[in-house]
């Protein structure tokens, strides 16, 4: 999980990336950052890594404390961009996206009031998780 915080006066805007190790992630990060193809994004000042968070491990409340102990500035969040784990077996593959969803979307709308944006990076997975009726638990949530 890596979060980005853009500088930018005009924009005021502050991205939390999960999965941005990975192809789509690191592309969506360098597109943050303007930066492509440049390899150095691990050193701007506008970014931030966080090690060590796995959204699948743990109880639900878990990755929240960790977000809100890791993320700097937590409750600026306006943006989540969210990754897709590819799982051989359809099933699994629902239930591990579906719970990676709820879960990253959970850990974010809590400490954020300023959330306004979640971006499914796996869109071509989506049927995935058209189950899930409801990402977030916030009724005053604009995502709700």
């Not at 977000?67 to 591990?96: G, H, Q, W």
Request: net charge negative.
């Amino acid at each position: 999980m890596i979060s980005v915080e853009e500088v930018h006066p005009a924009c005021n805007n502050h991205a939390l990336v999960f999965g941005a190790s990975g192809i789509t992630g690191l592309t969506i990060v360098n597109a943050l950052l303007h930066d492509y193809p440049e390899r150095a994004w691990l050193s701007s000042p506008m970014l931030q890594h966080v090690e060590g968070l796995n959204l699948l491990q743990g109880t639900h409340e878990e990755p929240n404390a960790q977000i809100n102990s890791s993320v700097p500035d937590v409750s600026s969040i306006t943006t989540v961009f969210c990754a897709y784990l590819e799982e051989r077996d359809m099933e699994a593959k629902t239930t591990t996206n579906t719970r990676l969803l709820k879960r990253a979307v959970s850990a974010v709308e809590a400490p954020s009031s300023e959330l306004r944006f979640v971006m499914i990076t796996w869109v071509s997975r989506y049927a995935v998780c058209k189950s899930v009726h409801i990402f977030c638990t916030n009724a005053a949530s604009p995502l709700h």
